[in-house]
Nanobody, 120 residues
Framework: VQLVESGGGLVQPGGSLQLSCAVS????????IGWFRQAPGKEREAVSC????????YYEDTVKGRFTISRDSAKNTVYLQMTSLKPEDTAVYYC??????????????WGQGTQVTVSS
């Protein structure tokens, strides 16, 4: 099993980025897959989750309306489209998978993380 994030980088406030989480070893629709982030000196927090099966979605309050999670079963990849980025979105972003209907903080599998920096 492997989860590989990509798409992070440096972006100006108000800009956009799309993170990708390429999954191997299981089908993305069979697992709940979430995006988590951890900023320096802060605890890791859940940002978004797409549940297994029908794919219900969850967004943390500060990203609602700005971030969109999606999955492509053909590519076995989960995406996080981030728009209207703010400096407080700066963090290492991780994708994580749980063999359940919904995401949990102690997920079964984790990616290596990708850095997102929002700065002018």
């Amino acid at each position: 099993v492997q989860l590989v994030e990509s798409g992070g980088g440096l972006v100006q406030p108000g800009g956009s980025l799309q993170l990708s989480c390429a999954v191997s070893g299981f089908a993305v629709h069979d697992y709940a897959i979430g995006w988590f982030r951890q900023a320096p000196g802060k605890e890791r927090e859940a940002v978004s989750c797409i549940g297994s099966g029908v794919g219900s979605e969850y967004y943390e309050d500060t990203v609602k309306g700005r971030f969109t999670i999606s999955r492509d079963s053909a590519k076995n990849t989960v995406y996080l489209q981030m728009t209207s980025l703010k400096p407080e979105d700066t963090a290492v972003y991780y994708c994580a998978a749980t063999h359940s209907s919904w995401c949990v903080s102690d997920s079964d599998y984790w990616g290596q993380g990708t850095q997102v920096t929002v700065s002018s």
